[in-house]
């Protein structure tokens, strides 16, 4: 690290900002993550550097959780693409069009990129690699039950699928899992980046499926033709992706007390500009299509577990 | 840790205020303390002011949501022009997706206007501002996804950074629902530009410890590669104290 850059991170620390206090020994561990490894200092400033400790989120998911977490979606990816292609032995490369395979190296190229990110995040704080988990797509456990996507190894239709569905689904956990970070600067950023490149890739899946037939948008719709819900994990994948209503708190400056306020989405505001105007359904439809809504953790790692024996 | 060396909050540069600040505990605390008072929402938002053009961005939420703002009205007016004057060769598909991507845009800059209230820096303005697109080539196909493209690239590296900047955890919440269907977006105008284009080197960082991470910029950045479009002199630097 160069001396400018210390400096300008000593110009972010906050007078406020003393670590919160980390009382669970797995907090304590967490906390290692910025104090521990070869780059102790910038470690330091950045665990200091903080928005206000939101004390009611952080005593439910640590730091560690969320690397970890999204660690798991982008090795799973890894995996899921890199069979796609004919990259792992004993899986042959499914019959994708010349163009098809170059989006999807790009995708399990930026998956690759993202577990070393992760991994090596996560080795620095201190903490140890989950064990590598042994993967079948197809959700048959290794044939210990009836397989959800049988023909994923063959079927570049049901590979897109489950493909855009992991997508998805990541989208939505990167979202809840932001609020876990907002103490660490860095780690919000990394955390914000790694979203929105997810929401690039679930996109572009898309695109390829609707390329292929399947009436999807690019952009998650209730419009989209329904994904079948093979199992309640799946199910659960757009679950709430259809309403209309968004909330946000304006009361105090932190945004968690107080009244709600409803956005007037189905009243006051002149979002209806077609000509001629949708019916009032329609553009509600829109406004679902507009925002893309967080999901727990357990609904990824549930989808994820399909997938894993 | 990954090596943070160059990864300096969003690219933030070492200014000599920030120096000063480091460079005196007391310069420090004080500017810490000035900044901090800036995070009242109820701030009255500095308006364009009709004799200078300037719209001087207030460093807090209101100052984040009126940049926000900003981006949508301009998003919104750019697909509006295109659905109103579709290019030539504009397929029925593309027709359908512009129109999708405008009501998406008019919903967020309606969504905006709303959360800002009185303190929407147009709030007292009686004509709204027009943007300027003659850069950009809207009466061709490829031009106007090129143009599509910019805009929302440039909106994902907003919004990427000014997630850390708001205080209020729930407009964050809101902004986090909002960057990935723009990430949506600007992957499909991308690849309609370009095939497989959508997560291509000039975004995704491909080399170094930030690869595999989308495009990040500061709202200075932004401010000035908003600057061409804009009838008014952009100031965003209070939001970079934040």
Redesign the interface.
């Known amino acids: 690290m160069d001396f400018l850059n210390l400096l300008a991170r000593l110009a972010d620390l906050d007078s406020t900002t003393a670590a919160p206090q980390l009382a669970a020994p797995r907090r304590a561990a967490l906390g290692r993550l910025g104090q521990a490894g070869t780059a102790l200092l910038p470690g330091l400033l950045l665990s200091a550097l903080s928005q206000p400790a939101t004390a009611g989120t952080l005593d439910t998911r640590t730091r560690l959780d969320v690397l970890v977490l999204v660690r798991q979606l982008a090795a799973l990816g890894n995996e899921l693409h890199s069979r796609a292609l004919g990259l792992v032995a004993g899986y042959p490369a499914l019959p994708l069009t010349a163009t098809e395979k170059a989006g999807i190296q790009v995708i399990q190229q930026q998956e690759a990129q993202r577990v070393t990110l992760f991994s090596q995040l996560i080795t620095d704080g201190g903490a140890t690699l989950p064990t590598t988990p042994r993967y079948d797509f197809t959700g048959s456990k290794n044939s210990a039950q009836t397989a959800l996507y049988p023909d994923i190894q063959t079927n570049p239709a049901t590979y897109l699928l489950v493909a855009q569905v992991v997508k998805d689904v990541a989208v939505r956990v990167y979202k809840s899992q932001v609020d876990f970070v907002r103490a660490d600067a860095y780690l919000t950023e990394t955390l914000l980046r790694s979203h929105s490149a997810e929401a690039r890739h679930a996109s572009h899946l898309r695109t390829l499926r609707r390329q292929r037939g399947v009436a999807v948008k690019s952009w998650v719709s209730p419009d989209d033709a329904p994904v079948p819900a093979t199992s309640p994990a799946i199910a659960k994948v757009y679950e709430g992706e259809s309403g209309f209503i968004q909330t946000y708190n304006a009361s105090d400056a932190s945004g968690q007390g107080g009244a709600l306020v409803s956005v007037p989405f189905d009243s006051t505001l002149p979002i209806n500009v077609a000509t001629p105007p949708l019916s009032a359904e329609a553009i509600l439809r829109k406004v679902a299509e507009a925002f893309d809504e967080p999901a727990d953790a357990i609904v990824a790692t549930n989808v994820a577990a399909l997938f894993t024996y | ?10 690219g ?3 200014r000599r205020r ?2 000063l ?2 460079a005196s505990a007391t310069a ?2 004080s500017a ?1 303390v000035l900044a901090g008072c800036g ?3 109820d701030d009255p938002t500095p308006v364009p002011n009709g004799s200078t053009g300037t719209l001087v961005l207030a460093g807090n ?1 209101t100052g984040i949501l009126n940049l926000t703002y900003l981006l949508a009205q301009i998003q919104a007016s750019l697909y ?1 022009k295109v659905v109103t004057t579709p290019p030539a060769d504009f397929t029925a598909a593309d027709t359908a ?1 512009f ?2 991507m ?3 845009e ?3 800059r ?2 905006y206007k ?2 800002l209230g009185t303190s929407a820096y147009d709030n007292g303005l009686t004509t709204a501002l027009e943007f300027n697109f003659t850069t950009y080539t809207l009466t061709t196909r490829k031009g106007a996804y090129e143009a599509a493209r910019t805009l929302e690239d440039l909106a ?1 590296g907003a ?3 000014l ?2 900047r708001l ?8 902004l ?13 105008v991308r ?1 309609q530009a370009e ?2 284009s ?3 080197p000039d ?2 960082s ?1 080399t170094g ?8 910029k500061t709202p200075v950045e932004v401010a000035k590669l908003l600057a061409p479009l804009v009838p008014v002199v952009l100031v965003a630097d209070n939001l970079m104290t934040l």
């Not at chain 2, 986090?176 to 990430?183: D, E, G, H, R």
């Not at chain 2, 410890?209 to 990040?216: E, S």
């Open positions: 840790m990954a090596d943070l060396a160059d990864t300096s909050f969003s933030r540069a070492l920030t120096f600040r480091v420090a605390s810490l995070n009242d929402d939420d509006q997706a129109v999708d405008r009501d998406h008019v919903i967020y309606e969504f709303s959360v994902v919004y990427n950074g997630g850390r205080a209020n955890s729930s407009y964050l919440r809101l986090l629902k909002i960057t990935s269907v723009k990430a949506r977006h600007a992957a499909f690849d095939p497989n959508f997560a291509g975004v995704i491909s410890n930030q690869a595999g991470l989308d495009t990040i």
